[in-house]
C-alpha cells in the first residue's frame, strides 16, 4: 500500500557529497517518521539518521557534522544530504518510513522500505 523509492545514490571520491532522496507514495494517510539505513559490505544494517514528523532529528555517531536529513511533508519525501563523504561511508542506503494507511476501509500503520540505492566512495 506504500512504495518508497531512493535516488541520488553512486560513486563519488573521497570528501565529495551526495544528496540521497526518497519519495513516498501509495494510500497514504500520514507519515510519521522517515529515517535513512544503510548496509556495508559483510555487514548488518544499521540506522543512519531518522527524522520525526515533527521535524526532530537523530544521528549515528560516525555521521554527525557531516550529514544532514531533512524532509518535505507536503512531497511525502526525506533527503540526506551527504558531505565529506569517506570510503568507510560505502553501503546500499535504504529509506524507511513509519506510515499511517488506507487498507478498505480501515487505517493502518506500518513501516516501509524501499530496495535500496548504492553508495561508493572511492579513496
Known amino acids: 500500500q506504500v512504495q518508497l523509492v531512493e535516488s541520488g545514490g553512486g560513486l563519488v571520491q573521497a570528501g565529495g557529497s551526495l544528496r540521497l532522496s526518497c519519495t513516498a507514495s501509495?494510500?497514504?494517510?500520514?507519515?510519521?517518521?522517515m529515517a535513512w539505513y544503510r548496509r556495508a559490505p559483510g555487514k548488518e544494517r544499521k540506522l543512519v539518521a531518522d527524522i520525526s514528523s515533527s521535524g526532530v532529528t537523530n544521528y549515528e555517531e560516525s555521521v554527525k557534522g557531516r550529514f544532514t536529513i531533512s524532509r518535505d511533508n507536503a512531497q511525502n519525501t526525506v533527503y540526506l544530504q551527504m558531505n565529506s563523504l569517506k570510503p568507510e561511508d560505502t553501503a546500499v542506503y535504504y529509506c524507511?518510513?513509519?506510515?499511517?494507511?488506507?487498507?478498505?476501509?480501515?487505517?493502518?500503520?506500518?513501516?516501509?522500505w524501499g530496495h535500496g540505492t548504492q553508495v561508493t566512495v572511492s579513496s
Open positions: 524507511y518510513a513509519d506510515t499511517t494507511y488506507y487498507s478498505g476501509p480501515y487505517k493502518l500503520t506500518g513501516p516501509s
Open positions: 501509495g494510500s497514504i494517510f500520514s507519515i510519521n517518521a
